[in-house]
Structure formats: C-alpha cells, structure tokens
C-alpha cells in the first residue's frame, strides 16, 4: 500500500528565496506523482504531474522531480512570492486505476 | 469551464439526519472521487468509480453511499449523519482508459463542501 509523507508540516520563508518541498513514498513502484495547491477554503489546483518514465517537470517557476529508487519527489519553487502562500500536497498513483494517495500537505508562507 | 461542481458548499446536520452531496462534472472524464479533508490529516478516499454503474471502496467507506448512474454525476449519500463526519469533501474526476494505460490521469477537483454535524 502506497504511503506518502511530507515533511516540514509548515515553512516560512522570506520573499524572493528559492525553496523546495520534500515528498517521499513507500512503493518504489510508484505509477505517476503529483503536486498541488491548496488555497484556504479552496479545493486543489493540480501544479504538475510527472510520470514513472519522466524525472522532473517544469512549469514557470516550479519544477518537480521524481526519484523512483530513493522514493523521493521535490517541488522546487525559484524567486518565491507572497502569492505563493498556500498548502501543497503531493500525491502517488501505484497504477494507472488507483486512486491517488495524499500526503498531508506542507503549508508555505511566504512573508514580504 | 465549469470543470467539477459540488453542492451545496456548506450544510449543518444534526446526529441522524441523512444528507447528499451532489457532484457533477463536463470535462467527459470516466473516473470520479470522493475525498474527505481532516485538519492536518491530508486527503482520504472514501468511494470512487472508475465509469457508470461502477463504484469501488476506499479507504474510509463507512458511513458511506454513492451510486454513478452517469458520467456526470457522483453523488455522496450520508446516511446516520455522525459527529465523526464533520469534515470538507472533495469531489474529483480524472481521465484514465480502463485498461490501464493512463493518458496522465491529472486530477480535477471541486471547491469542497463543508459538513458539520452537530
């Protein structure tokens, strides 16, 4: 059974620093991962989306990558923003019909 | 683009009622969901259903129903509303061919729906 951890909880950083969320997972035989964000009292946005075969995507200022073998995925943001400030999530897929597993989040703040 | 909708966004229940959540989707997708947020506990699956007249268990169906009688609707029935079922669900969908060769599988999800019983 698929779990997914993400560690710290909760980060604060100053506007304009780089930074990157850590993901890790259990089942190396992972089928795809993905990163959200999740604005408060809002649902989930998907950010990116990388397949078994792929080691990372980018998008604008983000980019995640995916380590099957150490069980590891980043979400690395440049230049942070205070618009940045929201919770995000990473999830596992073991197949290509199961259902997503959620770690439970990392809440960023960015502060200007 | 009206993508996954849920109603209603807020709903108060008292011990016993019985209540459902209406989700509905227009992006065509096969594969719907339920998810059920906890503060500080992260997202988990209650049911989910891989096309219509298909549903399947996840991890925290009790307390549960759910039918897919088209690609469109999801809904969640709460029967014997418990204290334990305060929480934000989530409904999502995704693309994915049955036969397990994924086009991606990114997940779309609704703005949620806050459920307290009291």
């Known amino acids: 059974k698929q779990e997914v951890t993400q560690i710290p909880a909760a980060l604060s950083v100053p506007e304009g620093e780089n930074l990157v969320l850590n993901c890790s997972f259990t089942d190396s035989a992972i089928y795809n991962l993905q990163w959200f964000r999740q604005d408060p009292g809002k649902g989930l946005t998907s950010l990116l989306l990388?397949?078994?075969?792929?080691r990372e995507q980018t998008s604008g200022r983000l980019n995640a990558s995916l380590d099957k073998s150490s069980g590891r995925s980043t979400l690395y943001i440049a230049a942070s923003q205070p618009g940045d400030s929201a919770t995000y999530l990473c999830a596992g897929g073991s197949s290509g019909n199961t259902p997503l597993v959620f770690g439970k989040g990392t809440r960023l703040s960015v502060i200007a | 683009n009206a993508g996954v909708t849920q109603t209603p966004k807020f709903r108060i229940l008292k011990i016993g009622q019985s209540m459902t959540l209406q989700c509905t989707q227009d992006m065509n997708h096969n594969y719907m969901y339920w998810y059920r947020q906890d503060p500080g506990m992260g997202l988990k699956l209650i049911y989910y259903s891989v096309g219509a007249g298909i549903t399947d268990k996840g991890e925290v169906p009790n307390g549960y129903n759910v039918s897919r009688s088209t690609t469109e609707d999801f809904p969640l029935r709460l029967e014997l509303a418990a204290p334990s079922q305060t929480s934000v669900y989530f409904c999502a969908s995704s693309y994915s061919i049955r036969e397990g060769i994924s086009l991606g599988n990114t997940i779309y999800f609704g703005e949620g729906s806050w459920l307290t019983v009291v």
């Open positions: 990388i397949q078994s075969s792929q």
